[in-house]
């Protein structure tokens, strides 16, 4: 045997060698290492999750509870206050008086005694210092509440996106595995034309190429879905889990109302509209509170006295008061408050149209993306049915010797891009239509049958 036949017998050892590993790669690639067991998971119950296990509700709601409590604390300032007082006395010597010294000293008191006074007191008038203060009360507690209300959507929205983007990673791992299933396939037939003679080395060899592209897509979009798990589990407020996101109740459509609707509705139910309001309605009642401390106060108030023992100096009482107050002089403090507290009204206003500004921006972007998103489905779709059928006919044109194996490799490679975009897009319409949601101030929701 020549030189030259023992190069074309090595050349062809090694590339039936290389045929061979790239077959037994896509074998054990179709066949992935089995892990941790997965649980299914829904967008409801990813959302369910999310709003109980999340940390920053839990902060929410405890300035909630704390606003609450300084709105009570300020209503009990206008009911009745009663309060007990009770003490023991004992004394090492009991003072005596005496103003006849054949006449038995007084004693003025006992060595032990216990004295208890009752008091119950109301604010009659306070010029409206307390009613402007209960006022800024409960509007602290509104916008606490409220506050507490676009957590939730906020939890609920960064749960639901990552949620999406799962079901997109695993999406596109079923398109990357499909073309690789397909291009093994053809990398098979290929092989076997190739040893029948039927078609030249280079169509073995381009096949190849195509499985390993095909492998690379895999491995990449297997590393994606890792990624999704981990930020679904930080979303939902978990430590671990090895979740798969299910479409079950997923939309595959959103209507979209009109962008002055949307606008119209936005201002009215977004929390943070809500707040600017109360924010507004409580530096009003600084202002009250602000005048009533220049104002005239009027008080009552009644307590009775008991000793266990009564003297001639110590003696059950009730006593009765009817207290006024009218500053008269303050130095310009009380005007000075008021003029705060306008200022403060005047920057809540300011702050509402600032508001308004924001959410209209929100709204107008979200609206313009959640359009652009539909529209870009229909295109997909016939992306997809035009790709499908291109392959179609180059395979056709393929086993007639009509066409190349580059151009089934590029038909395989049209068709699989189209139906990542096709998933991408119905992707981001979902993804679109969640945040259009939160910039309305809605919950995010899951559409059963849809």
């Known amino acids: ?22 077959l037994f790669l896509s074998a054990v690639l179709a066949f992935p290492a089995s892990g941790e067991d997965s649980r299914e998971l829904t967008l409801s119950e990813a959302i369910s999750l999310a709003l109980v296990n999340n940390p920053s509700l839990n902060e929410a709601s405890e300035k909630e509870k704390a606003a609450r409590a300084v709105e009570l604390d300020a209503r009990s300032s206008r009911k009745v206050q009663a309060r007990l007082d009770s003490r023991q006395t004992s004394l090492n010597k009991v003072p005596e008086m005496s103003v006849d010294p054949r006449v038995p000293a007084i004693a003025l008191g006992d060595k032990n005694s216990l004295t208890s006074t009752v008091t119950v007191q109301k604010v ?6 307390l009613e402007g203060m209960i006022r800024q009360a409960r509007g602290s507690r509104e916008v606490a509440d409220l506050g507490r209300e676009r957590t939730r959507q906020m939890v609920a929205f960064e749960a639901e996106i990552a949620f999406l983007q799962l079901v997109l990673a695993q999406g596109e791992l079923g398109v990357a595995q499909g073309a690789f299933d397909t291009a093994s396939e053809y990398m098979r037939v290929a092989q076997s034309r190739f040893e029948s003679k039927s078609v030249a080395e280079f169509d073995v ?48 459509s959103f209507p979209i109302p009109s962008l002055e609707e949307s606008l119209k509705i936005a201002c009215q139910q977004r929390p943070e509209m809500q707040s600017a309001d109360w924010r507004i309605d409580s530096a009003k009642a600084g202002i009250k509170t602000a005048k009533g401390e220049s104002r005239p106060t009027l008080s009552i108030s009644s307590s009775y006295q008991k000793m266990d023992h009564e003297t001639a100096f110590q003696m059950n009482q009730w006593t009765a008061i009817l207290a006024a107050g009218i500053p008269l002089v303050d130095g310009g403090h009380g005007r000075s408050k008021v003029q705060s507290a306008r200022a403060q009204l005047e920057q809540q206003k300011a702050g509402r149209d600032a508001t308004t500004n924001q959410i209209e921006k929100e709204v107008r972007q979200a609206h313009a993306r959640l359009s652009s998103a539909h529209s870009q489905i229909d295109v997909a779709v016939k992306r997809v049915e035009f790709a499908e059928e291109m392959l179609r006919i180059t ?21 699989t891009r189209a139906r990542q975009g096709y ?14 949601r939160l910039a309305m101030g809605e919950h995010s929701t899951v559409k059963e049958g849809n």
């Open 423 to 436: 998933i991408r897009a119905l992707s981001d319409m979902r993804m679109a239509a969640a945040e259009f």
């Open 205 to 252: 060899l381009r096949a190849g190429v195509q499985v390993e592209e095909s492998r690379q897509d895999v491995i990449k979009t297997r590393a994606g879905i890792e990624i999704a798990k981990a930020a679904l589990i930080q979303a939902i407020g978990l430590r671990q889990g090895n979740f798969i996101a299910t479409e079950t109740g997923l939309i595959a």
């Open 395 to 415: 395979h056709v044109r393929y086993s007639s010797g009509m066409s190349t194996a580059t151009e089934v490799a590029d038909a395989q490679t049209s068709l």
């Open 1 to 22: 045997m020549n030189s030259h036949s023992l190069r074309i017998h090595d050349r062809n050892s090694t590339f039936h060698r290389a045929v061979f590993i790239i």
């Open 124 to 129: 009659l008038s306070s010029g409206g210092r």
